[in-house]
Nanobody, 111 residues
Framework: QVQLVESGGGLVHAGGSLRLSCVVSGISIRFNDVGWYRQAPGQQREFVVRLTSFGNTNYADSVKGRFTISRDNAENTAFLQMNSLKPEDTAVYYC?????WGQGTQVTVSS
């Protein structure tokens, strides 16, 4: 059974930083793409960033230069470093690999 557990969300002022973690079990992220998505209230879930098994990254334009995805293969954990946060980054952030999703972690950025 594949499980993804996100953590690291919270309340931060605009301009601040947060680091999200996604601990994965039941599948190796070393050999699979892993991504982060987010969903703001009343909006559809949207793509944030993806890290392929080959190490290539693809970022949404809205987060380029501010967010960085990484992974620790030994810990089977993916990370999302978020800097220069903006109020419009407020959302529930979800980790994804293949068809599997975590439960999400809330990020709130105050102005």
């Amino acid at each position: 059974q594949v499980q993804l557990v996100e953590s690291g969300g919270g309340l931060v002022h605009a301009g601040g930083s947060l680091r999200l973690s996604c601990v994965v079990s039941g599948i190796s992220i070393r050999f699979n793409d892993v991504g982060w998505y987010r969903q703001a209230p009343g909006q559809q879930r949207e793509f944030v960033v993806r890290l392929t098994s080959f190490g290539n990254t693809n970022y949404a334009d809205s987060v380029k230069g501010r967010f960085t995805i990484s992974r620790d293969n030994a810990e089977n954990t993916a990370f999302l470093q978020m800097n220069s946060l903006k109020p419009e980054d407020t959302a529930v952030y979800y980790c994804n690999t293949r068809e599997n999703w975590g439960q999400g972690t809330q990020v709130t950025v105050s102005s």
